[in-house]
Nanobody, 125 residues
Framework: QVQLVESGGGLVQAGGSLRLSCARS????????MGWFRQAPGKEREFVVG????????RYADSVKGRFTIYRDNAKNTVYLQMNSLKPEDTAVYYC??????????????????WGQGTQVTVSS
């Protein structure tokens, strides 16, 4: 069982920055991929960005390329999402997700078995 705990959400003005953290604990496999998803009110949950824990390869949604950066800290077992140039349309609950036994980053929600509780990000105009 893997536990994921997010932190770092909040309220920021458009153009500002926030950094989200996702700390993982529990039974951790070397082949593990982590991703960030988000869900805005009235919309479906969508893939934002992901990283392979073993290779460090990343994958970004087109909507956040050039603005968001995902990276990991092996010593802290933590993944970070640095969000710059935030826009009101980035407002959502952001969820950290994990996928055991496979290092590849995928965008399909159903392929992630571990989820955090979510953290609210609100960007005001």
């Amino acid at each position: 069982q893997v536990q994921l705990v997010e932190s770092g959400g909040g309220l920021v003005q458009a153009g500002g920055s926030l950094r989200l953290s996702c700390a993982r604990s529990g039974r951790i496999f070397s082949s593990y991929a982590m991703g960030w998803f988000r869900q805005a009110p009235g919309k479906e949950r969508e893939f934002v960005v992901g990283i392979s824990w073993s290779t460090g390869s990343t994958r970004y949604a087109d909507s956040v390329k050039g603005r968001f950066t995902i990276y990991r800290d092996n010593a802290k077992n933590t993944v970070y999402l640095q969000m710059n140039s935030l826009k009101p349309e980035d407002t959502a609950v952001y969820y950290c997700a994990g996928r055991s036994g496979a290092g590849a980053v995928v965008t399909t929600i159903a392929q992630y078995g571990d989820w955090g509780q979510g953290t609210q990000v609100t960007v005001s105009s």
